[in-house]
């Protein structure tokens, strides 16, 4: 190709000599004195014109200097301005803006952390969370394959995220502490486990883990408070040897309903901070306990992922019979799980039907298709004496009830005979089946809610492979427990299928953003997206209202309100031109995480420097830390070459000389009399 553009640009310039020629000399018996400029002029912009038309191309190599990265991450959270640190921090920021040393050798770039790494544009030190480790990764994955010292300027204390004194960082950091360092006495309320919820008249226990910081022995005592009164009370004693302790209270449900706690610990002489002395919580007494009955005709280790996962809340109970051992009564149960029926279950059916009971049938290999066929239950299987797997997959328009995909599609397939499932009465599928790789539109699992009964069908057995499955992803059996929990939820409950259901937390932290959610449906139950909703929330110590609509996300109306004192609220969501309203309460405690704090964690930042090829400095040895950064040769500028390939037609530039050796040429032709 490049033989080619050399061959074109030999002729192109041959041609444009020969033109010239041709016009200035051939047969030109009187030639004057400029004709060799005239023959010039033609011949080069000729040869020009027809460079253009060539187009061939032009590689020119290019030499960008790159700077070593020099990133600044600021804790903008609310310590910082607890510990006063404000004026420091901004000072330190200036002074490294107004380095023209420090501005020549470094590409200066700042950021700001608490709940999540951001840009810096303003300092406001009003994030409710720290979360180093989030924000060095999020610096490091900005400025890879680059050389990116970190300045971190924080006080250390971290409330969220992994630890960032065993983070894999590859460029050196340099913290830069800030808030106090001096050690002082303190006892603080380090951890408080309790259960959400309890049955009434029950004992729940409390556990709750005491901290103390100092050297001398102290004296003080912990306490329980429920509306201003006194439900628990203990001594306590610290000293050097003894920094911590571990106290167990047995409180007793008294009241149905939501109730608020908090928990206490007495100032000890010369505490500095007593923030950290207290913390609020809330149990949800209920008067009675869901009891869920599994009948099977198998012994499978489904039973027991189905008994852990339902009773993973403590509201429910799971008694498990095989079928030819069950002697109690249906009714004493709000929800039967008839795992793999067989014949012998037709006496339980005829309770079922006669009661008008809510069921959950799972089969599997040994289910007896036939049987369950003749009991006109709605739906059927034409199975054969052949199994199969069934992978899932997740039904988005599902609305029965709120259930997000918890990766679905990625659990191991269930098991169960082969065959066309057909469902003759009303019904909501939320999985469908995969049948190796192959997407159906038959249902995997589907609810019914028909005449007062509700009902569901899980079509396979291998359902603990899921549970196991949900482990593995996240380290937890949460996601899995949920979708079980929202299921029997469904399935247990009598009471009637409300429009408007409302989901908020009982208990908010101080300054945090409050998320409620709404689900509404029409006369059909089914989902509403075009409703207004809107919430009014009300103080109940200043009488103050706050009305907020709803935004329409996915399948659901949701909004977010911040800036809320603490105290106790009320809340009613009501759907605009409909008499349909819902009612709640949540509190927001006085309890705020970045205060709980007495002084900066050196210790552990001075740790991460070491590890990390960094120094630990201070917000006043800002001329220590610009000097160390300016003399350390490993922070140098890279040189990087590119070569670019541009085509000639490109250059403009040529385009103008063309036309302004054409015109020269004229000028002077004209002037000689030669036009």
Do not use: C
Request: net charge neutral.
């Amino acid at each position: 190709m490049q033989s080619t553009l050399i061959l074109f640009s030999i002729l192109a310039l041959l041609l444009s000599i020969s033109i010239a020629y041709f016009q200035y000399y051939y047969q030109i018996k009187n030639s004057i004195k400029v004709t060799p400029i005239l023959f010039v002029l033609k011949a080069t912009s000729l040869f020009l014109l027809l460079l253009l038309f060539i187009n061939p191309t032009i590689e020119k190599t290019e030499i960008t200097n790159i700077k070593p990265v020099l990133s600044v991450l600021v804790d903008n959270s609310k310590s910082t301005s607890f510990f006063k640190e404000d004026k420091n921090v901004a000072d330190f920021l200036q002074v490294i803006d107004e380095n023209g040393k420090l501005n020549k050798k470094f590409d200066i770039q700042k950021f700001t952390f608490g709940t999540s790494l951001q840009i810096l544009d303003s300092l406001s030190f009003d994030d409710g969370q720290t979360n180093i480790s989030d924000g060095i990764l999020g610096v490091q994955n900005l400025q890879k394959d680059k050389i990116s010292p970190i300045l971190l300027i924080s006080d250390g204390n971290q409330t969220i995220g992994q630890d960032y004194e065993f983070i894999n960082s590859k460029q050196p950091i340099y913290p830069i502490v800030i808030g106090d360092t001096t050690i002082y006495v303190d006892v603080k309320l380090t951890q408080l486990n309790v259960n959400k919820y309890s049955y009434i008249k029950n004992k729940f226990p409390v556990e709750v883990i005491l901290n103390y910081e100092g050297r001398e022995k102290v004296n003080t005592q912990f306490s329980i408070f429920s509306e201003g009164k006194s439900v628990f009370r203990k001594n306590v004693s610290f000293s050097s040897d003894k920094r911590s302790a571990t106290i167990l209270a047995n409180l007793t449900s008294t009241k149905e309903g939501l109730q608020y706690y908090t928990a206490s610990i007495s100032k000890i002489n010369n505490e500095k901070n007593i923030k950290n002395n207290s913390k609020s919580f809330s149990v949800e007494v209920i008067d009675e306990q869901t009891k869920v009955l599994i009948l099977t005709s198998v012994l499978h280790p489904d039973l027991g992922a189905f008994k852990k996962s339902i009773e993973s809340n403590k509201q429910r109970s799971v008694a498990i019979f095989t079928i030819d051992k069950f002697t109690q009564q249906l009714e004493d149960y709000q929800l039967v799980i008839l795992y793999q029926p067989n014949n012998s279950f037709n006496s339980v059916f005829s309770k079922i039907k006669e009661n008008n009971s809510n069921y959950l049938l799972v089969s599997g290999a040994h289910t007896d298709w036939n049987f369950i066929n003749q009991k006109t239950l709605g739906f059927r299987k034409n199975a054969i004496n052949q199994t199969e797997n069934y992978g899932a997959i997740y039904n988005d328009a599902f609305l029965t009830f709120l259930q997000e995909d918890i990766g679905f599609n990625n659990y191991p397939p269930l098991l169960d005979k082969f065959g066309e499932v057909s469902i003759t009465k009303e019904h909501q599928v939320l999985l469908s089946q995969n049948i190796n790789g192959v997407q159906t539109q038959q249902p995997l699992v589907a609810t019914f809610d028909v005449n007062n009964q509700k009902s569901a069908i899980l079509l396979g057995e291998g359902i603990w492979k899921w549970r196991a499955a949900s482990f593995l992803n996240s380290n937890s059996f949460e996601d899995f427990d949920k979708f079980t929990g929202n299921l029997v939820q469904f399935l247990a409950s009598n009471k009637k299928r409300n429009r408007l259901e409302v989901n908020s937390e009982s208990l908010y932290p101080a300054n945090s953003t409050i998320n409620i959610s709404a689900f509404y449906t029409d006369k059909n139950y089914q989902f509403d997206a075009r409703a207004s909703l809107e919430i009014s929330i009300t103080n109940t110590e200043t009488d103050e209202v706050l009305k907020v609509p709803f935004s329409l996300i996915n399948n659901s109306y949701q909004t977010e309100i911040e800036n809320l004192a603490s105290g106790d609220y009320t809340y009613k969501v009501s759907v605009s031109g409909q008499n349909i309203n819902k009612y709640g309460r949540f509190k927001i405690t006085d309890y705020e995480v970045e205060e709980q704090f007495t002084n900066a964690n050196v210790n552990k930042l001075q740790k991460l420097a070491n590890k990390k090829g960094g120094k630990l400095f201070y917000t006043n040895q800002v001329d220590k830390i610009t000097k160390e950064l300016l003399e350390d040769e490993s922070f140098y500028t890279v040189q990087k070459s590119s070569t670019k390939q541009e085509n000639l037609i490109d250059w403009r530039w040529i385009l103008f000389i063309v036309i302004g050796l054409f015109t020269v040429e004229w000028f002077i032709r004209k002037y000689h009399g030669k036009i």
